[in-house]
């Protein structure tokens, strides 16, 4: 008998593992370029253009090509059979209306992969690729929320400083290589499941000219001329190729060339799922570039783009507000997060201001991706006081509140959270208590509630301890960064107890690069007229420098609170009643 129940039990867990381990279907895409038997089919959704033009270039620095009329259907589709065209074609579209400025030629926003010029314009051509991949049986890797451990990062940052000992610096290929500092190494000695970049959609890097006049614009606030970070997205089924082994930020170079991008961050991403590591997108699907040339603002800006009675576009904060409600757009971006998931095996999205997004449309977004991948991860920054609503939804959230009543308030140093020992006006023992439930007052489960100290947006954590204890303030001067980060006792103190109640809350916990070891952001030296050098940096989203930089010689340094962290991460991992608890599991004492 006992025999019979191992071999059922054996079964079982076969038919279980093999139908977690069921390959992933690719889906098409209604638009760009398709290979087809003796050529290639070209399609561009264009409704109240009344020409356009596909456009073939020989070289990559031309500005005209061949010229081919291409065919309007009733649906405002346009199409064009190229014969004998192969693959590495770079192509775009000359469209002539309304709506259409026929002196630039705009690529396709369907491009899967594309050659970009570095200026603020982001002059691009769509490539055509064979964007086929050996897989060797990789699915997604699909782990519980409670359960996830999210390291958020910047995919260049923690491989291009001289300490990570990588290879191939700043780059996807970077991020995987063996017996280095950074990237994969660090994130398996630290033993977090879950990685979320920062975005890797093909976005403009350079911004229009520092203290110049461009087109009606003047640039007085970026010396850098440089997006970081990368939330200005262009094309959104194209990886970013500045990331590739060929990458380079020379001015008017151009990257992507040969379209290395598509199979270098697919291989970063199967060597993630290998160590167990679930891997999360930063994706922006409310807004697009101010500056450059997008193609969805050549294309039909009323049918893409919100605007308002003089038909100028409509901006929140970063840049020109997508449509979103719009079918169109609407299909265009769940199109691109399916692409993402089919053919790269992304296993979730954390969304850049989703309150922006209507309630219909981030139901939309929830119940078509689950329809892939029921157990996708989906979070988002549900400002405004929406973290309730999206969570009723279905989707988790950053929560403000958890950073805030341990911190303190965000702008006013004065006003501090519980890690000082007291709690704000506003605030009590309770609302700690809420905290470590998974702030059940706001999330309808804990599996909703995104946990931080510290993310890319404002001071880092350390930072902010520094200030709101008058250590520091913000316009101090920083000579020396390693002697800057060095923990006196207080601080080791704060530090540990924030990591201690974030990774043994209920709920999600995410971790910034670097704050497992009390990192700063202080403004580098560089060749840019910035009269802020030296100080304390809290939006370092145009730095692509030392300020932003991981330098791995500090883990060394503060190694107490790395240890710290890492053994709080097993802790986490090794017992479920830090994540899987309920209410009537905890007894709070005094």
């Given at each position: 008998?006992?025999?019979?129940?191992?071999?059922?039990?054996?079964?079982?867990?076969?038919?279980?593992?093999?139908?977690?381990?069921?390959?992933?279907?690719?889906?098409?895409?209604?638009?760009?370029?398709?290979?087809?038997?003796?050529?290639?089919?070209?399609?561009?959704?264009?409704?109240?253009?009344?020409?356009?033009?596909?456009?073939?270039?020989?070289?990559v620095d031309d500005e005209s090509g061949n010229e081919y009329p291409m065919e309007k259907l009733e649906n405002g589709d346009w199409t064009y059979f190229l014969k004998n065209a192969p693959l590495g074609t770079m192509y775009g579209y000359r469209l002539t209306g309304p709506w259409n400025d026929e002196n630039v030629i705009v690529a396709d926003p369907y491009s899967k992969a594309t050659v970009t010029q570095n200026n603020w314009?982001?002059?691009?051509?769509?490539?055509?690729?064979?964007?086929?991949?050996?897989?060797?049986?990789?699915?997604?890797?699909?782990?519980?929320?409670?359960?996830?451990?999210?390291?958020?990062?910047?995919?260049?940052?923690?491989?291009?400083?001289?300490?990570?000992?990588?290879?191939?610096?700043?780059?996807?290929?970077?991020?995987?290589e063996k017996d280095q500092n950074g990237g994969i190494e660090h994130l398996k000695s630290l033993g977090v499941n879950a990685v979320q970049f920062l975005p890797l959609w093909d976005f403009a890097n350079f911004e229009i000219p520092y203290k110049q006049d461009a087109d009606g614009m003047y640039n007085d606030w970026n010396p850098y001329e440089r997006n970081h970070w990368g939330y200005m997205p262009t094309f959104f089924m194209a990886p970013e190729s500045y990331y590739a082994t060929d990458g380079t930020d020379e001015p008017l170079a151009w990257n992507g060339t040969d379209g290395r991008a598509i199979s270098e961050m697919k291989?970063?991403?199967?060597?993630?799922?290998?160590?167990?590591?679930?891997?999360?997108?930063?994706?922006?699907?409310?807004?697009?570039?101010?500056?450059?040339?997008?193609?969805?603002?050549?294309?039909?800006?009323?049918?893409?783009?919100?605007?308002?009675?003089?038909?100028?576009?409509?901006?929140?904060?970063?840049?020109?507000?997508?449509?979103?409600?719009?079918?169109?757009?609407?299909?265009?971006?769940?199109?691109?997060?399916?692409?993402?998931?089919?053919?790269?095996?992304?296993?979730?999205?954390?969304?850049?201001?989703?309150?922006?997004?209507?309630?219909?449309?981030?139901?939309?977004?929830i119940d078509e991706l689950k329809k892939i991948n029921p157990n996708v991860i989906i979070y988002g920054e549900a400002w405004n006081d929406r973290e309730a609503e999206f969570s009723k939804m279905g989707w988790g959230s950053f929560n403000a509140k958890f950073r805030d009543v341990l911190r303190g308030d965000l702008h006013k140093y004065s006003d501090k959270g519980f890690l000082f020992g007291n709690?704000?006006?506003?605030?009590?023992?309770?609302?700690?208590?809420?905290?470590?439930?998974?702030?059940?007052?706001?999330?309808?489960?804990?599996?909703?509630?995104?946990?931080?100290?510290?993310?890319?947006?404002?001071?880092?954590?350390?930072?902010?301890?520094?200030?709101?204890?008058?250590?520091?303030?913000?316009?101090?001067?920083?000579?020396?960064?390693?002697?800057?980060?060095?923990?006196?006792?207080?601080?080791?103190?704060?530090n540990k107890l924030g990591?201690?109640?974030?990774?043994?809350?209920?709920?999600?916990?995410?971790?910034?690069?670097?704050?497992?070891?009390?990192?700063?952001?202080?403004?580098?030296?560089?060749d840019a007229n910035d009269p802020n050098v030296g100080k304390m940096d809290r939006n370092p989203y145009n730095k692509d420098n030392e300020t932003n930089w991981v330098n791995w010689l500090e883990k060394e340094q503060n190694k107490e609170l790395a240890d710290y962290y890492s053994g709080l991460i097993d802790l986490r991992r090794t017992h479920t009643e830090f994540r899987h608890a309920t209410k009537k599991d905890f007894k709070f004492q005094g």
């Open positions: 008998m006992n025999n019979l129940i191992k071999i059922f039990y054996t079964i079982s867990l076969i038919i279980m593992i093999s139908s977690c381990m069921q390959p992933i279907t690719k889906l098409g895409l209604s638009y760009g370029a398709f290979l087809r038997p003796g050529g290639i089919e070209f399609k561009i959704y264009a409704p109240n253009s009344d020409k356009v033009k596909l456009v073939i270039f020989e070289k314009r982001h002059v691009a051509k769509s490539l055509v690729i064979d964007a086929s991949f050996d897989w060797e049986g990789d699915t997604w890797t699909n782990i519980h929320p409670r359960d996830l451990i999210i390291y958020e990062t910047h995919v260049r940052d923690m491989t291009v400083h001289k300490s990570s000992n990588a290879t191939a610096k700043g780059s996807y290929l970077g991020f995987i291989s970063m991403v199967k060597s993630l799922h290998k160590e167990g590591m679930a891997v999360i997108l930063d994706v922006v699907v409310n807004h697009i570039s101010n500056y450059d040339w997008h193609p969805l603002k050549y294309i039909d800006k009323t049918v893409y783009f919100k605007l308002d009675k003089q038909g100028d576009f409509l901006s929140q904060c970063c840049g020109n507000l997508l449509a979103s409600d719009h079918q169109p757009v609407r299909d265009y971006i769940i199109e691109s997060l399916k692409y993402w998931m089919t053919d790269y095996h992304i296993d979730g999205f954390r969304f850049d201001q989703a309150h922006l997004l209507s309630a219909e449309t981030a139901r939309f977004i709690f704000r006006d506003s605030e009590s023992l309770k609302n700690l208590q809420s905290l470590i439930l998974g702030t059940p007052n706001i999330y309808q489960s804990s599996a909703h509630a995104v946990n931080f100290l510290e993310v890319h947006d404002d001071y880092c954590f350390n930072d902010y301890l520094r200030l709101s204890s008058s250590r520091n303030s913000k316009d101090d001067i920083i000579d020396d960064p390693m002697r800057h980060i060095e923990l006196d006792d207080d601080l080791l103190r704060k990591a201690f109640i974030l990774l043994t809350s209920q709920g999600i916990p995410i971790i910034h690069q670097g704050q497992d070891w009390a990192h700063s952001q202080i403004i580098a030296e560089t």
